[in-house]
């Protein structure tokens, strides 16, 4: 597809996709500006999956409730996606000032984290919130963090609160 250029809406608000997708029989993929919007969000594509994968990536939720009518906030964030196609790195980054979903408020949430897209999966994923609170229960300075590989891996929650102080390894 050389040239995308869809229109429509979703939940009220214009829903667009433009940009060039091509590909071939050997599994080749070349993502040039490929960009869908609706309203406010956005998710962004550019770059190469073939021997090489070299694809990049920016996610703009402005408005959750766009996606979710229950769900209130925004999310912002990135991947990259670079390496040999047997074990390409994915790297990304997310980040919400707040974020709200039926019985939780989570502030200032970030979200890094990187792997190996291979057999063992080695890589990590590290989660931190200023305040998370569900279902009542607030929590102050999260850390949830993971770390290994598919066959061995260390999951790691730390946090401060009034109802619940947590350590878990």
């Not at 229109?7 to 997708?21: C, E, H, S, V, Y």
């Not at 071939?24 to 021997?51: R, T």
């Not at 190996?116 to 080695?122: G, R």
């Amino acid at each position: 597809l050389s040239g995308i250029d869809l229109k429509g809406d979703w939940n009220g608000f214009p829903l667009t996709t433009q940009g060039a997708i091509q590909g071939d029989e050997q599994g080749n993929w070349h993502f040039q500006q490929l960009e869908i919007k609706n309203g406010p969000n956005s998710l962004a594509v550019n770059g190469n999956l073939d021997k090489e994968w070299s694809l990049a990536g920016k996610l703009r939720l402005s408005k959750l409730s766009l996606i979710n009518p229950k769900w209130d906030g925004s999310i912002d964030g990135d991947f990259r996606l670079n390496g040999p196609a047997k074990a390409p790195v994915l790297a990304l980054r997310l980040a919400a000032p707040r974020i709200v979903m039926p019985g939780q408020l989570v502030r200032k949430l970030e979200l890094t984290g990187h792997a190996t897209l291979n057999k063992t999966l080695p890589g990590q994923l590290q989660l931190n919130a200023e305040r998370w609170n569900i279902n009542g229960t607030r929590m102050q300075n999260v850390v949830l963090s993971l770390r290994g590989n598919a066959q061995q891996h260390q999951l790691l929650l730390k946090n401060d609160g009034k109802q619940l102080n947590s350590k878990l390894n």
